[in-house]
């Protein structure tokens, strides 16, 4: 019995090991090669992926890291309990698309649109200032603000853009605290990013 469990572990673990290689692999031009949708159908068991989409799937770490994140959220949302009147708030993401990495980027929305990433020059060579708005549209926003709840933005490597609690107007700003361009350094972390609570 220990033998299988000890075998099942290193089974696990390899199997991390190499989830983690796949998804770590950098690939000239990479981009996001199938839409969320297509990705979400997947995860949903509503479709499958055709062959020339799983293809396009595992040559791509950008959109296999893109099929991971929604899968987590998806599990994430099927764990949280929500009230009917007090909606759950865990966190809301979002990519940076091809189009806007190529430009200088303005603003990111997360996939859920209740957050917005504001970037306005800060001056001649002095930066950017960033700022991260709530949507008044967003379920959980009279509860954020009623609260007063700490929020944060992550970058896909895990690097905090910004932390701190949201004015009256569900709004936060700061400078941005990288000597990269904020579409650059996106691109450089995967192109995703997320919205999340701070435990108090």
Request: hydrophobic content about 40%; proline content about 6%; aromatic content about 4%.
């Given at each position: 019995m220990k033998e299988n469990e000890?075998?099942?572990?290193?089974?696990?673990?390899?199997?991390?090991?190499?989830?983690?290689?796949?998804?770590?692999?950098?690939?000239?031009g990479d981009r996001l090669m199938l839409a969320d949708a297509t990705l979400l159908a997947a995860?949903?068991?509503?479709?499958?992926?055709?062959?020339?989409?799983?293809?396009?799937?595992?040559?791509?770490?950008?959109?296999?890291?893109?099929?991971?994140?929604?899968?987590?959220?998806?599990?994430?949302?099927?764990?949280?309990?929500?009230?009917?009147?007090d909606p759950i708030w865990a966190g809301s993401s979002g990519m940076l698309r091809a189009a806007a990495s190529a430009t200088m980027l303005e603003s990111l929305a997360t996939d859920d649109n209740c957050w917005t990433l504001h970037f306005l020059p800060a001056g001649e060579g002095e930066g950017w200032q960033v700022i991260l708005s709530l949507s008044a549209e967003a379920p959980f926003a009279a509860r954020l603000l009623r609260e007063r709840v700490m929020v944060r933005v992550i970058d896909g490597g895990g690097a905090i853009?910004?932390?701190?609690?949201?004015?009256?107007?569900?709004?936060y700003e700061c400078s941005w605290p990288f000597a990269t361009a904020?579409?650059?350094?996106?691109?450089?972390?995967?192109?995703?990013f997320a919205v999340e609570p701070v435990a108090p």
């Open positions: 000890l075998k099942s572990a290193q089974d696990e673990q390899d199997a991390r090991l190499r989830e983690r290689a796949l998804l770590a692999r950098a690939v000239p995860l949903e068991g509503s479709r499958a992926l055709t062959p020339n989409e799983r293809q396009a799937l595992s040559a791509s770490p950008l959109t296999l890291r893109r099929f991971r994140q929604l899968s987590l959220e998806r599990h994430a949302a099927a764990q949280a309990p929500q009230a009917a009147n853009v910004l932390q701190g609690r949201l004015d009256a107007d569900g709004e904020p579409a650059h350094h996106f691109q450089m972390y995967g192109a995703g």
